[in-house]
């Protein structure tokens, strides 16, 4: 049985509409799977992104929330490649629900659970024998997240206010492909992964 507290004055109930934008650091365990070969083998990796989200949420119940996220991914690239102008980015498109179990005048705690569409693109310029040509690896395919999240609100009728996160995140990409501007044939793979996202930001209660 859910436990809801709830005092006299409540920073969400139904009919509540808020707009957040924020910013995390997401660290991800990865693994490539090589689709390409007859043999396929997997290699473990790991990877970071800074997030912006962008999302909305609808009151359902006093308690109950539901919306959409558009999140925005800027992959941090490594040092250890010989590859240069590299760009890693990534779109999400999530819908949740958020289960609000506190909630105050200016506290709104709550978990919330995520899942959607995820995508991937990375491009570079890579040197192979003396040449260089362009490179693109593109990905998409479903993500999710779990997360639990505080909302704190200011002042004496509260709209504005922050908010803190931390989720559980994974992604699980199965049409990846490699491609470059020297005509070679492309190279399929799969891309799974998952992680720890830490985010901050803002919201407006409408």
Do not use: C
């Amino acid at each position: 049985m859910a436990i809801i507290i709830a005092g006299n004055a409540q920073s969400f109930e139904k009919g509540s509409k808020i707009i957040g934008l924020g910013s995390g650091l997401g660290i991800y365990k990865t693994t490539w799977e090589d689709k390409s070969n007859t043999n396929v083998t997997d290699d473990d990796d790991g990877a970071g992104a800074f997030v912006f989200p962008l999302t909305f949420e609808y009151g359902v119940l006093n308690w109950l929330g539901a919306g959409a996220r558009l999140g925005y991914n800027n992959y941090i690239e490594g040092n250890d490649s010989s590859n240069t102008n590299e760009n890693a980015r990534g779109i999400d498109f999530n819908g949740f629900v958020n289960l609000h179990f506190l909630r105050t005048n200016h506290v709104d705690m709550f978990v919330s659970g995520e899942f959607g569409y995820s995508n991937f693109k990375y491009t570079a310029d890579v040197t192979s024998g003396g040449s260089t040509n362009s490179a693109m690896a593109k990905a998409s395919g479903t993500g999710y997240s779990v997360g639990l999240n505080t909302r704190f609100y200011f002042g004496k009728n509260p709209h504005f206010g922050i908010n803190l996160r931390f989720a559980f995140e994974g992604f699980n990409y199965e049409n990846g492909e490699i491609t470059d501007t020297q005509g070679s044939t492309p190279y399929k793979f799969g891309l799974k992964g998952d992680g720890k996202l830490f985010g901050i930001g803002l919201q407006y209660k409408i």
